[in-house]
């Protein structure tokens, strides 16, 4: 199983992003996934989670700016984040929970994914 991000780069303070996550390989079914990120002398945090159920959960940090959605078919869930700070500057990762047989079931996580926001 494989979790490929992309669309992280560089963005002027204002502007938008829209991030992508799909999961790949012997996929039994696909949980709860979600985006964390990470900055420079910071742990990582929960930016965004969405339940195969699409109940979803944000940090207040991010609340009313950020989206995250997914498409069942497609294996991928998206963070679409608008009105981006300089603070969320950060590398961006996807996670999902995903069973692979009835009985194996883990965490997976994406490689991670460059936002950078400039004041």
């Known amino acids: 199983v494989q979790l490929q991000a992309s669309g992280g780069g560089l963005v002027q303070a204002g502007g938008s992003l829209r991030l992508s996550c799909a999961a790949s390989?012997?996929?039994?079914?696909?949980?709860?996934m979600g985006w964390y990120r990470q900055a420079p002398g910071k742990q990582r945090e929960l930016v965004a989670a969405?339940?195969?159920?699409?109940?979803?959960n944000y940090a207040d940090s991010v609340k009313g700016r950020f989206t995250i959605s997914r498409d069942n078919y497609k294996k991928t869930t998206y963070l679409q984040m608008n009105s981006l700070k300089p603070e969320d500057t950060a590398v961006y990762y996807c996670?999902?929970?995903?069973?692979?047989?009835?009985?194996?079931?883990?965490?997976?996580w994406g490689q991670g994914t460059l936002v950078t926001v400039s004041s």
């Open positions: 390989g012997s996929i039994l079914r696909l949980y709860d």
């Open positions: 996670n999902a929970d995903i069973a692979i047989t009835p009985w194996r079931r883990s965490d997976y």
């Open positions: 969405i339940t195969s159920g699409d109940s979803t």
